[in-house]
């Protein structure tokens, strides 16, 4: 199946600092999705990504497809406790219809 | 109303067992996947079910035996269970299947431990 690396793997942030997770296909994607899991929890859909150079914002999060879309990222500003928990990226396979592989994860922990 | 169910959440189980975790979504999707996550969380399809029927197997062990009864659920055995089998394994499912832009729900997730 395709790769789809996300880095960094881990990040530590202050309460209040921005963080940024970037994702990268070794392959031309046709929509990006982005999920969060939280701690123990499940990954829940937060986002879709379509069209190249696309930028979508959900309040503190701002959401990014590559011109070329092979790479997207997350960009938190401002971060809160509630955002701690680890973002995947997921593509799907051209030639698998919709099943989606995600990218390796970028866990978040926040110290307030 | 909870749209993915998985049960047990919680297995543990002893090396060389057979086992089983059940997986229902009342959604009306057609499409329903098993996801294996590791200690890394690296989150690895498995297999991908449409209207009951097997699409994809992603190089799974033959161990490993999914079953959809119906769409609407999507059970997965595992006979002879090994120690790297311990992880946590996701069932989801999406409204239907060769539609790239259908995002995906999941189940709360089954953690397995084999001893």
């Known amino acids: 199946g395709q790769q789809v690396m996300q880095i960094p793997q881990y990040q530590h942030v202050q309460e209040g600092e921005d963080f940024t997770t970037y994702c990268n296909s070794s392959?031309?994607?046709?929509?990006i999705q982005w999920y969060k899991q939280r701690p123990g929890g499940h990954p829940v859909f937060l986002i879709q990504?379509?069209?190249?150079?696309e930028v979508k914002k959900q309040k503190r999060l701002t959401f990014q497809f590559g011109e070329a879309k092979k790479n997207s990222s997350l960009h938190i500003t401002a971060t809160q406790t509630t955002d701690v928990g680890t973002y995947f990226c997921?593509?799907?396979?051209?030639?698998?219809?919709?099943?989606?592989?995600f990218g390796t994860g970028t866990s978040l922990t926040v110290i307030p | 109303d909870t749209a993915v169910s998985q049960t047990p959440k919680y297995l543990v189980t002893q090396m060389g067992n057979d086992k089983s975790i059940k997986c229902e979504q009342n959604?009306?999707?057609?499409?329903m996947y098993w996801y294996k996550q590791d200690s890394k969380k690296f989150l690895k399809i498995m297999f991908s079910?449409?209207?009951?029927?097997?699409?994809i197997n992603e190089t799974v062990p033959n161990r490993f035996s999914p079953k959809s009864p119906d769409k609407a659920h999507l059970n997965l055995h595992i006979n002879s269970l090994e120690l790297g089998d311990s992880a946590v394994y996701f069932c989801?499912?999406?409204?239907?299947?060769?539609?790239?832009?259908?995002?995906?729900?999941f189940g709360s997730g089954t953690q397995l431990s084999v001893l």
């Open positions: 989801a499912s999406s409204l239907r299947w060769g539609q790239q832009n259908e995002k995906l729900f």
């Open positions: 392959t031309t994607l046709s929509n």
């Open positions: 990504l379509v069209k190249s150079g």
């Open positions: 997921a593509g799907p396979g051209w030639d698998t219809g919709n099943q989606f592989y």
């Open positions: 959604l009306g999707h057609d499409t």
């Open positions: 079910y449409n209207n009951k029927e097997l699409i």
